[in-house]
């Protein structure tokens, strides 16, 4: 049995931990996380484990990113086995404040990020980004990590932060985590729990697409238009999904490609009911 970590639910609590820590010469990785964690989050936490002496793992549903109308109050929780799983990972400490102990009233200072944000999720999820940017930011400064772990399934997430972090001087290195799949190729995530079973035997339908994209560029397929109908014609197989984009974008800025060349991003997102789910792959050509 392993045995359970601290979790620390104040900013003065995780950072007088952190201090003693770092008085001590060790370094410190990060890993941010909303919670109901999985094998992407834990594959995240051993990244951290091997590259750092102190490893915290943050456990906070941050609510200004999410919409209006958006899952927040549904989005899965379980701290207990959260818990757990942290520690098993390898991880030293749990961060998982209140939201009021992350807003505290009167609150008005945010951060965004221009130009990587119009496409993609920032297209149908408005004010998103700026809610990743502002607690990513507020757990850069209360934790003081060397090092943050991000997974390249939330590619754009990923881009935002590394540009938030070279823009803003924040002194941490930037981690990216390869996407870790169910063996049907779904990636994992914290809503996949949420889907019906019709919805799950339908979501693979995702990386079906976007590998087929892959295999045409390998192939020597450059036109982003041809790929766009290829990815939306395997969607379409899925009649319980609603596609709310498919982008062929450069990876390093995000701006969408006629013609793929240098590093690219397929990317898609797709509404099975109330859930929505995305996945991404890269593509050289
Ligand atoms: P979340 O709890 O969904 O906010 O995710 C926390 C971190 O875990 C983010 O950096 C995600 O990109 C990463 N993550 C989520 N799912 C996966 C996955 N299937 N593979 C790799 N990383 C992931």
Redesign the pocket.
Known sequence: MTASIPCLATVSEIRAALAEARAGGDSIGLV????AL?E??L??IRAARAENDVVVVSIFVNPTQFGPNEDLKRYPRDLEGDGLLCAEAGADLIFCPSAGEMYPEPYSTWVEVEGLTGGLCGRSRPGHFRGVCTVVSKLFNICDPERA??????AQ?LAVVTRMVRNLDFPVEIVP?????EADGL????RNARLSPQERAQAPVLYRALSAAYDRVRAGERDAPALDRLIRSILAGAPLGEVDYVEIVRADDLTPVATLSGENLMAVAVRFGETRLIDNVRVSA
């Open positions: 941010p996380t909303m919670g999985h992407g989050h594959s995240l772990y991000f997974g390249e399934k939330d997430q985590c390869p996407t870790v799949r990636a994992m995530s914290s």
